[in-house]
T-cell receptor, first 116, second 110 residues
Framework: KAGVTQTPRYLIKTRGQQVTLSCSPI?????VSWYQQTPGQGLQFLFE???????NKGNFPGRFSGRQFSNSRSEMNVSTLELGDSALYLC???????????????FGPGTRLLVL | QKEVEQDPGPLSVPEGAIVSLNCTYS??????FMWYRQYSRKGPELLMY????GNKEDGRFTAQVDKSSKYISLFIRDSQPSDSATYLC??????????FGAGTRLFVKA
């Protein structure tokens, strides 16, 4: 079974630009979560999608948005990039994301974003 | 105060050593406890999970939870260079809320 894939793997942008990251979950998984990972803050939850609906959201500004398609693939968009947005963006999928998150989440390799 | 505190390290040990990785937490609502391992340039992968106080063993790994002290640990016996990675503790409540620790970087020297 193929794992979670994320594209692109690396990205360099400049301040003020916007970026779209893509995530393809494991086949059959309907829940997709996005995380931002930085050395100082660790892994921080951005949002979770299930059946094309945002079901949970972390404490990030509105510049961070996402969506999920009918095939469960998900995209994350960051507008008006800031230097502090430089991070590893991880996508994780699970079957349903229910039961308090006790399901195993399977992470992709991440997209490393550098904002100059 | 962060809800979950984890020493970022790095922690460097010789091959064969017993490694102890720890997290403390402040919210007594956390009901399940997990450890993820993240190799360089990879996403995290689930290593172990437990719901109750006490020890859970899986091969060379033992997860320990002390709910009264709000303290969780991961022990690695007979550590190997292949164990070199970042280890993240992850705590969750009965709802969707899941909090990741900052991760501890471990280096096992051959």
């Amino acid at each position: 079974k193929a794992g979670v894939t994320q594209t692109p793997r690396y990205l360099i942008k400049t301040r003020g630009q916007q970026v779209t990251l893509s995530c393809s979950p494991i086949s059959g998984h309907r829940s997709v979560s996005w995380y931002q990972q930085t050395p100082g803050q660790g892994l921080q939850f951005l949002f979770e999608y299930f059946s094309e609906t945002q079901r949970n959201k972390g404490n990030f500004p509105g510049r961070f948005s996402g969506r999920q398609f009918s095939n469960s693939r998900s995209e994350m968009n960051v507008s008006t990039l800031e230097l502090g947005d430089s991070a590893l963006y991880l996508c994780a999928s699970s079957l349903t994301g229910l039961a308090g998150g006790v399901e195993t989440q399977y992470f992709g390799p991440g997209t490393r974003l550098l904002v100059l | 105060q962060k809800e979950v505190e984890q020493d970022p390290g790095p922690l460097s040990v010789p091959e064969g050593a017993i490694v102890s990785l720890n997290c403390t937490y402040s919210n007594s609502a956390f009901q399940y406890f997990m450890w993820y391992r993240q190799y360089s340039r990879k996403g995290p992968e689930l290593l172990m999970y437990t719901y109750s106080s006490g020890n859970k063993e899986d091969g060379r790994f033992t997860a320990q939870v002390d709910k009264s002290s709000k303290y969780i640990s991961l022990f690695i016996r007979d550590s190997q260079p292949s164990d070199s990675a970042t280890y993240l503790c992850v705590l969750g409540t009965g709802g969707f809320k899941t909090i990741f620790g900052a991760g501890t970087r471990l280096f096992v020297k051959a």
